[in-house]
């Protein structure tokens, strides 16, 4: 009798008790799932004021806003072609020059670098990314651009100057600031992106794996080209796509020494502009409507850039996750 | 070392942005705010300093552009807005707002060049406009080479620098630009920013000085006060009445001296290419915005009696930087504008110099 008693006083303890577990866990669940919610919700406010605050510059202009490039403040003429080619140019020149450099570093810190070396040199690179992007803009300005415009400028207007295409690519006169010089700075600043990443993911590769193609009698290179690369290329791309985000959006830094000319120039050395310069330089003083909306369509298109190259990224590290083999 | 020294002078500009940032997210109640053209920053902080130990009363200026100074006064975020470009009288009555003009100063093109010494080469507007236009190219052609008989001129490439932010200063230039080229006017315009033909853009005035000091061969243009601290080599301009004149403060004033203030509606009046042997053909006057009926009068009145204050005791400093008090008949007629249009709900004058 007594023991049914108890038991059933147990029993009713456990279910409160079990009831307060579950009503924690409920509204733990519901916690986070509100904050996942929430960066929905951000991103698609995002979206949405960005696409509202567009329209009037999208209907003003049509399809025609994605092909001009005249960007009259004083007639109310924008066509937004020059920030964008400034802002793909100077990306992809920039990774052009990171991606390699930043897996050679990558390849000798896990590779070939005394450990003693290793972790000094690993700290400096991801010191530099700590670097403020204003830093970079104002070091670029006074200190990089005059050094490439009397020495690394003249000497490809030379070497070129007699090459068809080329010559086109890089003609002068050298003014120091400009697209490559934007595309340089870009590079140093997502190197140590791509470089701590790939490092990182390089290290994952089984020892046993490199072992073995040791043995077997190949060399550092094929080792590297053959073991390792293919083992972390889902990591690798990760890296490099992460780069080329913050190369895509990069603001200071660049405005500092593109050159802000809203024109397009075959020539790397000339200046030019992008969506971000553009939108960091304007913004403020943008008086009417029109330009206002025409500033925000930019931050709309470079919305867009960014998702599809995320979006790109993801497809192909899929791909890579289901066919290990490809 | 002239590197160390721009880095440093950009680091304590920088410096003193950050200060302005944090005051402004914390200002007090007692602290008159405003907002507006970077073109009279310098004299703007200079009063306030002065004022601040004198009445124990801030001011928080930001000199965020003059575009950004309309914009934050039509939203009423500010007690005051400050525009280098004055506003139409339609403009002022649409928004509720009125105008008065607090200093003077000037924009000059300002060269970097080897061997040439200031006042050895002079420019006339058609010259300078195509110069910027993109038509001439070259430091010898024969036009520049035509207006300095007596300067040796080198084969250099022309670089132009110009502001790619929204400017008073470029509305001055470019407006100048308009006035005596008509291929500017049509290709280009006139206003705080424009679809520049050439050259590079660089961020406020101390982008483009720096600019121009860095690469030979550059031609730009910067608000005076900027020019003589930077020490850029500044290019004589030759006016409406065909005389060579250098910048100075007397020379913004004898443009400013042509000038007729009571008639102009809103005291909307451009300098440029004023009239007078030795006036300076880009001069012109900055501007203050002001609603008529203030949501806060007692903050418009604090406002009203700080520029009170400079008009009556700001003459020196302004002169000290450069900028060209305004004469004593305007400032009599912007006090009667102040008693006549800013009132606050009870219909009475917010506020009544003692003047």
């Known amino acids: ?326 | 070392m002239e590197i160390t020294v721009n880095i440093t002078t950009l680091a304590l500009r920088a410096g003193f942005a950050l200060i302005g940032a944090s005051l402004a997210s914390s200002a007090l109640a007692a602290d008159i705010s405003g907002a507006g053209a970077t073109f009279p920053y310098p004299i703007y902080a200079k009063w306030a300093d002065v004022y601040k130990k004198e009445t124990d009363i801030g001011l928080n200026y930001q000199s965020i552009g003059s575009g950004g100074g309309i914009k934050q006064i039509k939203q009423k975020t500010v007690t005051f807005g400050a525009s280098d470009m004055p506003l139409t009288s339609k403009e002022l009555d649409d928004a509720g707002l009125i105008q008065f003009p607090t200093v003077i100063g000037g924009a000059v093109p300002a060269i970097n060049l080897d061997g040439i010494k200031p006042g050895d080469i002079k420019l006339d507007g058609k010259t300078l406009a195509d110069i910027f236009l993109g038509k001439i190219v070259k430091w010898n052609d024969v036009a520049i080479q035509k207006l300095n008989p007596e300067t040796k001129l080198p084969a250099q490439a022309i670089m132009v620098v110009h502001r790619s932010d929204g400017s008073g200063t470029t509305f001055l230039f470019t407006d100048y630009l308009s006035k005596v080229s008509p291929d500017w006017k049509s290709k280009v315009g006139a206003n705080t920013a424009v679809e520049w033909p050439v050259g590079i853009g660089a961020k406020g005035n101390e982008g483009v000085a720096n600019n121009v000091m860095q690469t030979k061969g550059s031609i730009g243009y910067v608000e005076y006060a900027y020019a003589k601290q930077n020490k850029l080599l500044i290019v004589d301009l030759i006016n409406k009445d065909s005389k060579s004149v250098a910048p100075s403060a007397e020379s913004f004033q004898a443009a400013a001296a042509n000038a007729d203030w009571a008639k102009a509606e809103g005291f909307y009046v451009i300098l440029t290419n004023e009239a007078g042997a030795n006036s300076w053909p880009i001069a012109g006057a900055t501007f203050i915005l002001m609603h008529k009926q203030p949501q806060d009068p007692a903050a418009a009145a604090e406002a009203l009696k700080f520029f009170d204050w400079a008009y009556r005791k700001g003459g020196k400093m302004a002169e000290d930087l450069d900028y060209v008090p305004m004469p004593a008949n305007v400032v009599t007629l912007i006090r009667k504008t102040w008693s006549d249009s800013i009132k606050g709900a009870d219909g009475k004058p917010v506020f009544a110099s003692t003047m």
């Not at chain 1, 059933?8 to 924690?24: H, K, M, N």
């Not at chain 1, 970079?136 to 050094?147: E, M, N, R, S, T």
């Open chain 1, 1 to 326: 009798m007594v023991d049914v008693t108890m038991s059933e006083a147990t029993a009713a303890d456990r279910a409160r008790v079990l009831r307060g577990f579950i009503a924690s866990d409920k509204l733990f669940h519901n916690l986070t799932r509100g904050s996942a919610l929430l960066v929905l919700i951000i991103l698609f406010g995002v979206m949405v004021s960005l696409f509202l605050g567009a329209i009037p510059a999208l209907r003003a202009f049509g399809f025609n806003f994605f092909t001009t490039q005249s960007w009259n403040p004083v007639t109310e003429k924008f066509g937004a072609l020059a920030p964008i080619y400034g802002t793909i140019v100077t990306s992809v020149v920039a990774m052009g020059i990171a991606v390699p450099v930043g897996i050679g570093v990558a390849i000798f810190l896990t590779e070939l670098c005394p450990r003693v070396l290793s972790r000094p040199i690993g700290i400096a690179i991801e010191l530099l990314a700590g670097i403020p992007s204003i830093i970079y803009g104002i070091w670029g300005l006074f200190v990089f651009a005059p050094f490439l415009q009397q020495t690394l400028q003249p000497a490809l207007i030379e070497l070129f100057g007699p090459i068809p295409v080329l010559n086109a690519l890089f003609a002068g006169p050298p003014y120091g600031i400009g697209m490559l010089t934007a595309s340089l700075i870009l590079a140093i600043m997502v190197l140590p992106f791509i470089t701590s990443i790939t490092r990182d993911v390089f290290e994952t590769t089984p020892a046993v794996l490199k072992e073995s193609a040791y043995a077997l009698g190949a060399t550092t290179w094929e080792v590297v080209w053959n073991v390792v690369l293919p083992y972390t290329r889902a990591g690798v791309l990760g890296g490099v796509m992460l780069g080329l985000g913050r190369a895509l959006g990069e603001t200071m830094a660049v405005t500092f020494v593109i050159g802000n000319a809203h024109k397009i120039n075959p020539s790397l050395l000339a200046p030019g502009t992008t969506i971000s310069a553009t939108i960091a330089n304007e913004f403020t003083e943008a008086v009417g409507d029109l330009y206002t909306s025409a500033l925000i369509a930019l931050g709309l298109i470079l919305f867009f850039i960014t998702f599809t190259v995320l979006a790109i990224a993801r497809y192909l590290l899929s791909r890579i996750e289901q066919h290990p083999g490809l």
